[in-house]
């Protein structure tokens, strides 16, 4: 009786994923001191919609992408893949990443946008002055 | 050897004859730290503010020394005492009589010696064309040495009433030694003296004339007989400062460079603010309202600065567009809360950009859209934070959406002008990529 039970759990966890499910993809999107983004959105070039990216650890993670025209985009190990990361106040960067079959895991650092070192030089507010009317000519 | 080393030596006594000479300065080398005129007005000393400037050198806010005419300080670019150049001839407050150069009585008319040879009074009448005449210590002293124009062998004898015109006017040397007057005597504008026994004509010194507006030669009306005067001359004391404080607000120029330099008087202060309840003309507000201003930033003071200014913007006048660029940067440089500030105010600057040219123009107009950028991208990511961190509502996200696309327009423009006028681009494309999410949007 045991030994049927076993084999059935055995049977069960040996079953191969579907091929039309898709490999799991997680981008984890982090800044320069290693601390979770939680504005960062990651889009596929092709893509119309953004996706959120979790906001306590900055993750984002499918197995399937919808294009606009209707069609779905299934991750498959071997694709190659091109995703935008951006977020405000920081430079998006755009990436391209080989699936594989397992463990598909990308960690991606965002850097600041930086202002320009150089300062805005301001005007000077001048007085008011009173300015001769211009002669009309007859 | 010994020839090698005698050549040596040679080389370097001729090397030392050349360069020394070359290296050594002339008293010429220091003219422009010692301008003889110093003054706005053209004088060559005066009071400006509280300070006397003459050519000696001056010192700047850190007590640097600078040169007397610099309006500017060299190191840090703050204004000098003769900063404006629109200041009139300054009042001189000191005390009247007693202490100033008194003349010794006048001579009886004798036949005039050749060797002194006496030049018209400098100061005979005041003239209608210095209607704030400065009294100020009689320089004559400077014009006692006896100028040696008239030689001793062939004196002319002068007659002893006055003539109506002086001897000679012709700006041409005279055949005969007579003493002549220069070719361009200004009219002198300090005290008169007592009528003079011996007219005769004289040259003036040249430190003591009004030389900026008065041209044609001012016939001596009173002269005097200058070497007699120049003996018994006394020091007279420097202007005191004035007793009682001048808190009048009528003429604005004369009250400016104080404003510059945040120097105006409480009781200034208020007879401007005053004036400004009071008035009717917004022209006349304007004038009033830059003067605060411009006294507020003298001082330094950020808080009374903002103030004034965005009384000026909301209530009298926001047609100057340098004066929105300035209130629009200050508000930059604070937090989100003043960013839509900066966005409108940059606008309005925008609008009458058209009053600025050339580089100016470009850099401004630059300037202002990185402005409006840098604002609308802070506000969307607070509202980007706030809608992922703490309140994930439909409001906040709408919010986080309407600024992103804000931002997206404003760095586009930004991105736009950039590239139109030769000009940085690098952080007008990483926020409008940033906030489009598509490199496309921008580079197209």
């Known amino acids: 009786m045991m030994l049927v039970m076993f084999a059935g759990v055995s049977v069960a966890q040996a079953k191969p994923k579907s091929p039309d499910e898709g490999v799991p993809v997680k981008v984890i999107v982090k800044d320069a001191a290693s601390a979770p983004v939680p504005t960062a959105v990651v889009r596929h070039p092709l893509e119309q919609d953004r996706h959120r990216v979790n906001s306590v650890d900055g993750s984002w993670e499918t197995n399937v992408l919808y294009m606009p025209d209707g069609t779905e985009l299934r991750f498959t190990p071997g694709q190659t893949i091109e995703l935008e990361i951006s977020a405000p106040g920081y430079v998006t960067q755009v990436f391209q990443y080989q699936i594989k079959k397992r463990r598909n895991v990308v960690e991606l650092k965002l850097l600041k946008i930086e202002n320009d070192v150089e300062q805005i030089e301001e005007p000077m507010i001048t007085f008011g002055r009173d300015l001769p009317r211009e002669p009309v000519e007859e | 050897m010994r020839m090698r080393n005698g050549m040596v030596a040679g080389i370097v006594v001729v090397a030392a004859a050349v360069s020394l000479p070359a290296l050594a300065g002339g008293w010429s080398s220091y003219n422009a730290a010692f301008p003889g005129f110093p003054c706005g007005d053209g004088w060559t000393a005066c009071r400006a503010g509280e300070q006397v400037v003459t050519p000696g050198m001056s010192r700047d806010s850190a007590g640097r020394p600078v040169p007397a005419d610099a309006r500017i300080g060299w190191f840090d670019l703050k204004p000098t005492a003769v900063f404006s150049p629109f200041s009139g001839l300054s009042s001189y ?277 990185r402005l409006k950028t840098e604002a609308a991208n802070k506000i969307w990511t607070e509202a980007e934070e706030v809608f992922a961190t703490k309140e994930h509502t439909d409001e906040n996200e709408a919010k986080a959406a309407k600024w992103r696309g804000q931002t997206k327009d404003f760095a586009r423009e930004w991105l736009d002008y950039a590239k139109a006028s030769g000009q940085d681009t690098k952080s007008a494309l990483a926020i409008c990529v940033s906030a489009a999410g598509n490199r496309a949007f921008c580079e197209g």
């Not at chain 2, 009306?221 to 120049?230: L, Q, R, S």
């Not at chain 2, 004035?242 to 007879?271: F, H, S, Y």
């Not at chain 2, 058209?354 to 202002?368: A, E, F, I, M, N």
């Open chain 2, 93 to 369: 407050v000191g005390p009247v009589g007693g202490e100033l150069a008194v003349a010794a009585p006048a001579p009886a008319p004798v036949a005039p010696t050749p060797d002194p040879i006496e030049r018209p009074d400098p100061s005979p009448t005041p003239t209608a064309e210095t209607p704030d005449p400065i009294e100020r210590p009689d320089p004559v002293p400077v014009a006692t040495s006896p100028a040696p124009v008239a030689p001793p062998a062939a004196p002319v004898a002068k007659p002893p009433t006055p003539p109506p015109a002086p001897v000679a006017t012709s700006p041409t040397p005279p055949a005969a030694p007579v003493a002549k007057a220069p070719p361009t005597p200004a009219a002198p504008v300090t005290k008169s003296p007592p009528p003079p026994a011996a007219p005769v004509a004289k040259s003036p010194p040249p430190v003591v004339t009004a030389s900026k507006s008065t041209p044609p030669p001012a016939p001596p009306v009173a002269p005097v007989p200058t070497a007699p005067v120049a003996s018994s001359m006394k020091p007279v004391a420097p202007p005191s400062a004035p007793t009682t404080a001048d808190d009048t607000c009528d003429d604005l120029v004369r009250i400016e460079p104080l404003a510059m330099l945040g120097q105006l008087r409480t009781g200034q202060v208020k007879c401007v603010e005053g004036r400004i309840g009071g008035e009717g003309a917004q022209t006349t507000k304007d004038k009033l309202s830059r003067v605060l201003i411009a006294n507020a930033e003298g001082k330094g003071d950020k808080v009374e600065w903002e103030r004034l200014v965005k009384r000026h913007l909301e209530d009298i006048d926001r047609s100057d567009p340098d004066m929105c660029f300035k209130y629009a940067t200050q508000l930059s440089r604070g937090g989100t809360g003043r960013a839509s500030g900066v966005i409108r105010w940059s606008d309005y600057a925008l609008d009458n950009k058209q009053r600025w040219s050339g580089t100016t123009y470009t850099k401004r107009v630059y300037s202002l859209y």
